[in-house]
């Protein structure tokens, strides 16, 4: 099976500006996890979207926002672009047959630079 | 909400020596646990997870990981170190379907 996809690698962006990340799960993964991992915070959970729906939320801005898709890919955006948003982010899926045990399968993750 | 907590952020060991890389969760129930391994500018990898069927966990890469109730760790080892490790490992617990990680420790081995 492919592994978990996500586009662009890397991105440079502006303050002010918004930015649209995806990500394609392994194939008959329902559930999609985003993390913002920066080197002073570690990672951080932003939210969890399973069968299109969001079933967990982080502690972030509702500048940082999310959808999945029928076919299970997920993007999310983020508007009004921080400097403080500069970080790796990183989509995980899993298939979440049984709530808890299943392994999160990470992505390469995107590389965001605002400037 | 769970915590994780990753006793030191750096660690150094030469190669060939044990490497042992700690971790203590809080949970009042028996979690699930996993380590993860990050190479840079990659993803997270999975090097072994505990789901209660037994407390001594074998990863890949010679890793392994004790659950230990009692002390509330599940600390991860490998017996040689290789240049190959050095990396940035995680600890993480699930919660009902949330995972919460630890900061992570670099690892440096040293030739």
């Known amino acids: 099976k492919a592994g978990v996809t996500q586009t662009p690698r890397y991105l440079i962006k502006t303050r002010g500006q918004q930015v649209t990340l995806s990500c394609s799960p392994i194939s008959g993964h329902r559930s999609v996890s985003w993390y913002q991992q920066t080197p002073g915070q570690g990672l951080q959970f932003l939210f969890e979207?399973?069968?299109?729906?969001?079933?967990n939320k982080g502690n972030f801005p509702g500048r940082f926002s999310g959808r999945q898709f029928s076919n299970s890919r997920s993007e999310m955006n983020v508007s009004t672009l921080e400097l403080g948003d500069s970080a790796l982010y990183l989509c995980?899926?899993?298939?979440?047959?049984?709530?808890?045990?299943?392994?999160?399968?990470f992505g390469p993750g995107t590389r965001l630079t605002v400037l | 909400a769970q915590s994780v907590t990753q006793l030191g952020s750096h660690v150094s060991v030469s190669e060939g020596a044990l490497v042992l890389l700690r971790c203590n969760y809080s949970s009042s129930v028996p979690p699930y646990l996993f380590w993860y391994v990050q190479y840079p500018n990659q993803g997270l990898q999975l090097l072994l997870k505990y789901t209660s069927a037994a407390t001594l966990v074998k990863g890949i890469n010679d890793f392994e990981a004790e659950f230990k109730k009692s002390e509330t760790s599940f600390h991860l080892t490998k017996p040689s170190a290789h240049m190959s490790d050095a990396a940035e490992y995680f600890c993480a617990v699930s919660d009902r379907g949330q995972f919460y990680f630890g900061t992570g420790t670099s690892l440096t081995v040293i030739p």
């Open positions: 995980a899926s899993s298939s979440q047959t049984s709530v808890g045990t299943d392994t999160q399968y």
């Open positions: 979207y399973f069968s299109e729906t969001q079933r």
